[in-house]
């Protein structure tokens, strides 16, 4: 890696985790598409799971009292066993029809939000059947499974405060089980994985610290326009890569 790309890193990172510390959620969605230009995929996305996961640990340190534990727990079952799914696939399925579908389906949900369009009304918990099934199967083949749970919880909690704790507690879990999941497959045991892990900690900190100032002045309203435009970025991306050789 040069100089310039090691800067290109930097301020991609910082964006993305500046985002997480506003709304709880989108760090992945924005630096693995992105980083995925410089570095081979297999390098990135286990990468930002470690940073994911000890950015989840910090977020609940803050936002513990926050978190609605019930609507985790109707999640995680189902979310084991996709992670399950999607490691067990994750080298031989065809991933670019995939892609196709999880960005259509990520780009519609973030034009609603974006627009306001998005009903008000809670949905039924029953559908965290298959929010829990897809998020984990997508989290472990393409390391952006947040978009599921996002629209999920965003229609269970209206309350910014316990969205945003609730997302980081839900994906503290799920990211424990994914490194669990990712080093049995030696994903995480690559040259150089510890000297970039070492190099993004500090900038992951900056963006969470100036997120979260950020976070607390940001209304609910906000907050989904922001995460409906996660949400476009982050379809617009995996369209993007369906077109490419992975």
């Known amino acids: ?34 980083l995925a230009h410089f570095m081979p995929l297999t ?52 991933r670019e029809p995939l892609l196709m579908s999880l960005g259509l389906f990520v780009i519609f949900f973030g034009l609603r939000y974006v627009f306001n369009v ?21 989290g472990a083949l393409f390391g952006t499974g947040g978009p599921p749970y996002v629209v999920y919880l965003s229609h269970r909690l209206h309350d910014k405060t316990q969205l945003r704790g609730t997302l980081s507690g839900l994906f503290l879990l799920d990211g424990a089980f994914r490194l669990v999941t990712f080093l049995s497959l030696g994903l995480l045991i690559q040259s150089d994985m510890l000297s970039a892990l070492l190099l993004g900690l500090p900038v992951m900190a900056i963006g969470l610290y100036l997120g979260n100032k950020v976070h607390l002045g940001v209304t609910h309203r906000q907050q989904l326009a922001i995460i409906g435009c996660l949400l476009l970025v982050s379809g617009g991306s995996l369209i993007w890569k369906a077109w490419l050789p992975l």
Not at 19 to 34: M, N
Not at 118 to 138: A, D
């Open 118 to 138: 998005h009903s008000e009304k809670p949905i039924n918990r029953w559908w965290s059947i298959p929010t829990g099934l897809v998020g984990g199967f997508i």
């Open 1 to 34: 890696m040069t100089p310039e790309t090691y800067l290109v890193a930097f301020f991609i990172l910082l964006f993305a985790y500046f985002l997480r510390g506003i709304t709880g959620f989108g760090s992945s969605l924005i630096a693995i598409p992105l």
């Open 43 to 94: 390098f990135v996305v286990p990468m930002v799971l470690v940073l994911d996961f000890l950015a989840s640990l910090v977020l609940s340190r803050h936002t513990h009292l926050q978190v609605r534990w019930d609507e985790i727990r109707s999640l995680l079952p189902t979310s084991i066993v996709g992670i399950v799914a999607g490691s067990i696939m994750l080298i031989s399925l065809p």
